[in-house]
């Protein structure tokens, strides 16, 4: 099994986004997008019937480590083919 990379880079640094773009381009194992989320999806508290997530899909923090850091790399593994 292999393994990508994918680096994570907040919207608030798009030098940073840019530099890395940049310098992995070409790299087929290396992956470079801007975060894409806007918000919290669920923005009212409103009672549901059932949440049928069982758990936390995300192992790590993501949100913590772009708002410190400004980028975070995620591994993936990716099945070959």
């Not at 530099?19 to 549901?48: C, M, N, W, Y």
């Amino acid at each position: 099994m292999a393994r990508k990379e994918l680096w994570i880079i907040a919207r608030r640094v798009p030098v940073t986004y840019a530099t890395v773009k940049q310098r992995f381009s070409g790299q087929a194992d290396i992956e470079v997008i801007l975060d894409r989320r806007h918000a919290q999806r669920r923005r009212t508290a409103l009672p549901t019937d059932a949440d049928r997530r069982v758990g936390e899909r995300r192992s790590l923090n993501v949100e913590g480590v772009l708002r410190q850091l400004g980028w975070v790399i995620v591994a993936r593994r990716v099945d070959e083919m």
